[in-house]
């Protein structure tokens, strides 16, 4: 719960604040920590699905690095987490995958060629 309360709080104040750089500071602060709980994601599939599509927002900001770490975070998180994405949840009507593929691109537009 402890986890679920931090990244919640960090979501809203990410929303809520004015400025390229502050954004762009709790950004890095979400995805540092969702990195590093893989196991946690594992076991929330509800808080998964919800932090990867705030990943997926995160491919649009643009303060310099975000991109790049909200896709190093997505890689990362797609090789612990990767079978959720197949699955079948519960009140779903198809896996995750599904909707991942159908918003890449929509997702990658502002994302530069490295």
């Not at 809203?12 to 969702?34: F, H, P, Q, W």
């Not at 599509?53 to 990767?82: A, Q, R, W, Y």
Request: net charge neutral.
């Amino acid at each position: 719960m402890f986890l679920i309360n931090i990244i919640k709080d960090l979501l809203s104040l990410c929303d809520g604040k004015r400025g390229k750089e502050n954004k762009a500071v709790v950004a890095t602060n979400i995805m540092y920590v969702v990195m590093k709980y893989p196991r946690f994601l594992n076991n929330h599939w509800n808080f998964l699905k919800t932090v990867v599509n705030k990943l997926f927002e995160f491919m649009h900001e643009p303060f310099e690095g975000i991109k790049d770490m909200s896709v190093d975070t997505f890689l990362s998180i797609s090789k612990s987490c990767g079978e959720l994405f197949l699955s079948n949840h519960p009140n779903e009507t198809a896996a995750f995958v599904y909707e991942i593929i159908e918003k890449i691109p929509q997702s990658t537009c502002d994302l530069e060629k490295h």
